[in-house]
């Protein structure tokens, strides 16, 4: 380790709440698909710091426009009107088909923000419904509600008691959905591609069941797309290629590319169920990060982003399909478009530091699957540099090394 690797350690030990288990590498700069740590070794980045740094790294559009903003006006509150929010709401009104948005910082808050407005649904219509349908291996936030709707015992257990009135069902088992929901539901709560999960898209007869349970009890579907939204999967969100139609969607990672923001964005039907007062947040939607994501928004329609997604994807796939016929410790590759797993038959957690040895960021995810969610911008040149290092780093832990 070298000096500065020794500080920074030293420092965060002594002053930052230990509850990030870090890989030994202090990341200084960037550059498009490029980080750079404090000895400048470079690092092709597969991960976007976990499916948020949309346009890579030191995007110069991005850059200019925060800047800009920076200089213009950062943070006004939600007591007065600014420019940009209703810009950025009917942006993504037109991506998303849901035509209101509220403006959030991270993914939980979104996931909060719609089951709040889940709930007050129902209390409107004067006949309040309390539970929630989950899915088992889903992740949807660490605060307590978006925790209460997240499977994995292991961040539940030490907070509990969570939200009493939540079931959860098998992934993908249409039946055991339709058994589950009543008309006690308010809402139905899925990723239509879980991530933390282990990059598993819901199939067609799940999401079909998903849409006759709705339409049979008259329960919401809240389909969480904070980390599947906003092109990476080669569509505006995946929802539309399952051919669903959520009434509450939750945003966010991508959507500033790296300065925080999120949303839950709404159906008219739910829209006018709410009420004055009803959700706040100070920073919401404030100018900076408004402006972050119009630019964002800008790329990913009219720089032709998401067109780009659709023609790197199939080549994403092609390679880790010729990775996964060379490496036996590969079992099985799932994805689409810019966001993929690779299920191993063992633990894939050595899996990241040979990659950091070869000069790859990738992440292991669901205990045995190595997550792959590039920057959007990414090449093909780019991918095939990436991916060999990642065969490398593959090879590197099956021969033991
Ligand atoms: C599907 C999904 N929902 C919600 C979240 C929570 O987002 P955040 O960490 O921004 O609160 C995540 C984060 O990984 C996620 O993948």
Same mark, same amino acid.
């Given at each position: ?21 870090? #890989? ?41 426009? &925060? %800047? ?14 600014? $420019? ?101 539901? +308010? ?11 282990? @990059? ?7 999401? %079909?069941? @998903?849409? +006759?349970?709705? %339409? ?5 579907? @809240?389909?969480?797309?904070? #980390? ?43 829209? /006018?169920? @709410? ?30 982003? &998401? ?6 994807? $199939? ?31 063992? /633990? ?35 991918? /095939? ?6 065969? %490398? ?9």
């Amino acid at each position: 380790m070298t000096v500065v690797m020794d500080n920074v350690v030293a420092r965060e030990t002594r002053h930052v709440l230990q509850t990030y288990r870090r #890989q030994p590498v202090t990341l200084v700069r960037g550059q498009g698909v490029r980080l750079y740590d404090a000895d400048g070794r470079e690092y092709y980045d597969l991960l976007s710091g976990i499916g948020v740094a949309a346009l890579g790294h030191a995007h110069p559009a991005l850059a200019r426009a &925060i %800047a800009d903003q920076a200089q213009t006006l950062i943070h006004t509150s939600n007591l007065f009107y600014h $420019p940009l929010q209703g810009e950025l709401a009917e942006r993504l009104a037109a991506l998303s088909g849901l035509p209101r948005a509220f403006f959030c910082n991270s993914g939980a808050e979104a996931v909060e923000a719609c089951l709040k407005f889940a709930r007050r649904y129902w209390f409107t219509k004067g006949e309040p419904r309390r539970e929630f349908i989950a899915l088992d291996e889903s992740f949807h936030g660490r605060t307590f509600g978006a925790l209460s709707v997240t499977s994995d015992e292991h961040y539940r257990g030490p907070f509990e008691p969570l939200l009493p009135s939540v079931k959860f069902v098998a992934t993908n088992d249409p039946a055991a959905l339709a058994a589950a929901v009543s008309t006690s539901t +308010a809402a139905i709560i899925a990723e239509p591609v879980l991530g933390e999960g282990g @990059i598993r898209p819901l199939t067609p007869a799940f999401a %079909a069941a @998903i849409t +006759a349970a709705c %339409a049979k009890t008259g329960a919401l579907f @809240i389909a969480d797309e904070v #980390q599947s939204g906003l092109g990476r999967t080669g569509h505006g969100f995946y929802f539309q290629a399952l051919g669903l139609a959520p009434h509450l969607v939750a945003v966010g990672k991508a959507l500033g590319s790296g300065v925080p923001i999120g949303a839950a964005l709404v159906s008219q039907q739910v829209a /006018d169920a @709410i009420s004055f007062g009803d959700h706040g947040s100070t920073y919401g939607g404030n100018l900076l990060a408004c402006r972050a994501a119009l630019c964002v928004m800008t790329e990913l329609v009219e720089g032709g982003l &998401i067109g780009h997604i659709n023609r790197v994807g $199939p080549h994403v796939e092609q390679r880790l399909k010729a990775i996964a016929a060379k490496h036996a410790i590969v079992k099985e590759i799932r994805g689409a478009g810019l966001m993929w797993g690779l299920e191993l038959s063992r /633990d894939a957690a050595p899996i990241v530091p040979a990659g950091l040895g070869h000069g790859v960021i990738v992440n292991r995810t669901a205990e045995r699957v190595v997550r792959l969610l590039p920057p959007l911008v990414i090449t093909e040149t780019e991918i /095939d540099e990436a991916l060999g290092r990642l065969d %490398a780093a593959l090879g590197a832990v099956e021969a033991g090394e």
